[in-house]
């Protein structure tokens, strides 16, 4: 039987694990369960239902039946893919090893200091993978240079504002804008200039909220589902803003 | 659209060579005195006029004197972000504009090359007004260049972008439309590159990040080969050119 700080404390660690994954680009179903299944591994009961912006956790002791409730925020962080996996991974050490709590939070705060991605190395490869869409989607050696570094310019611009703490859409926007603005300078050229112009604002296509938000709907998560397509579908009209001005300013006609 | 080209180019030096003058010798007078006296006065000094010469070149040059040209004003604008970027750099004191020490020699050549344009145009058999001047895109990105790297603790890494896109325009101009001035932009911009990343590398070298910096150092080096590479496909390309005519 758990006492009512043990639960508290166990509360506690699966906000902050739940949340965490929640912030990092997990789907709802997957948080769910990697919470229940640490919760398990404690032998107590973990519900969770989540929203775009906060959590409500309930941790439930069988034996006595007592039970914690908390509403929690859930930040916003970088998508992390691989700290999402060694998380996911820490939740079937937790069961299978019969770990403490104790050391289940030492495990996840060793895994959450790992060290991030330099965002220098992010904005290089960022420019790369852009300009190898550019060539997927039929464009020339020209096309390819220049949108590698149309994406330098409006993704360094992007990463400057998220520092500076400027709101989120007006960074797609601005983003966008500069991006687009920098691959019209393809049109003066004798190469695939559409397809840089195109491709110029893929990297900002908000593909993580897009796939948790059909996972979510699929898997019973309407509610969640739905706000995170929202969100995306503004992110989207975001990105659409700034390339129409490029298109008005250079082609006159968005087409 | 090559006689476009230069005939604006022509009817910009023929009406704008006393601004020009006057530009020019501030642009000396400042440089002159970060290196002597780096007052607080010179280096808010010299961020206003990066961000005038900034502005000349996009509502002057582009929008004035390049009218005729196709897709002028998407260029104006370009330059007008890059000035407002020097304002907002000067507002939130980004770049503190104090001698380095770095690169001295480095940067004396790239304050040279602005001089160079109107010499090498003139050694390609052209003729005031239609050649390259040192008050025109090429020449401001490559003094903006040098600017930086002699003066800048901590580089403005989008405006270093946008450098960099230009200098990739450039050499699209070298490649398409046979302009060999721009040569001099695109030779200096990759070592320039090479050497501002290198730096934020090792001004980050202490950070918890990854990949390490010996990796980071080793996708830059490959980096700049593969458009140094692209600069001598170009540079070939125009000997082609010229053994062809």
């Known amino acids: 039987m758990k006492t009512r700080h043990e639960l508290t404390e166990i509360l506690d660690f699966i906000a902050e694990y739940a949340t965490y994954l929640l912030g990092s680009g997990v789907h709802t179903s997957r948080a769910i369960r990697n919470s229940q299944r640490i919760g398990q591994s404690l032998g107590v009961d973990i519900q969770l239902s989540s929203f775009q912006r906060s959590t409500i956790l309930t941790v439930r002791d069988d034996e006595s039946g007592e039970a914690i409730t908390r509403v929690v925020k859930i930040p916003t962080l970088p998508i992390s893919f691989e700290r999402n996996s060694d998380l996911s991974a820490l939740s079937w050490d937790a069961l299978d090893e019969h770990l403490p709590l104790r050391e289940i939070r030492r495990r996840c705060d060793e895994l959450t200091a790992k060290p991030l991605i330099d965002p220098i190395f992010v904005l290089l490869t960022v420019g790369l993978a852009n300009a190898s869409f550019c060539r997927l989607f039929g464009g020339d050696w020209t096309a390819m240079a220049i949108v590698f570094t149309s994406t330098l310019v409006g993704y360094a611009a992007k990463q400057r504002m998220q520092a500076h703490g400027v709101n989120h859409f007006l960074i797609f926007i601005i983003s966008a804008f500069m991006a687009s603005l920098c691959a019209s300078a393809a049109l003066r050229f004798d190469c695939t200039a559409e397809t840089a112009l195109a491709t110029s604002v893929l990297y900002l296509v908000p593909g993580v909220p897009l796939i948790n938000g059909v996972i979510d709907i699929v898997e019973g998560h309407i509610l969640i589902g739905c706000s995170r397509l929202i969100n995306a579908l503004l992110l989207i009209i975001c990105i659409a803003i700034g390339l129409a001005a490029t298109l008005l300013m250079v082609k006159d006609s968005l087409l | ?245």
């Open chain 2, 1 to 245: 659209m090559m006689e476009t080209f230069w005939n604006t180019i022509a009817s910009y030096n023929a009406a704008t060579w006393p601004v020009q003058l006057v530009l020019i010798c501030i642009g000396i007078l400042l440089v002159t005195l970060l290196c002597k006296r780096p007052s607080r006065g010179v280096r808010i000094a010299m961020k206003i006029y990066m961000a005038l010469l900034n502005f000349w070149i996009a509502g002057v040059y582009f929008l004035v004197y390049c009218e005729p040209r196709q897709y002028h004003s998407p260029q104006a604008l370009f330059w007008a972000i890059m000035g407002c970027i020097w304002l907002y750099d000067l507002i939130v004191k980004h770049a503190s504009l104090a001698r380095n020490g770095h690169h001295r020699y480095f940067a004396r050549v790239l304050f040279a090359m602005p001089f160079l344009y109107p010499l090498f145009s003139l050694a390609l058999g052209r003729s005031f007004p239609m050649i390259t001047s040192p008050v025109m895109p090429c020449s401001v990105a490559v003094f903006t260049i040098g600017v930086m790297l002699a003066f800048s603790e901590r580089i403005n890494i989008v405006l270093a972008m946008f450098l960099c896109h230009w200098a990739l325009i450039g050499l699209s101009k070298v490649y398409f439309f046979g302009i060999p001035e721009d040569y001099l932009m695109a030779c200096s911009i990759v070592p320039a590159l090479y050497l501002f990343f290198r730096e934020y590398i090792q001004a980050h070298e202490g950070q918890a990040t990854k990949p390490s910096t010996r990796v980071l150092n080793s996708l830059l080096g490959i980096l700049c080969l593969i458009i140094g590479g692209f600069v001598l496909f170009t540079l070939l390309h125009q000997f082609n050119l010229y053994t062809t005519i």
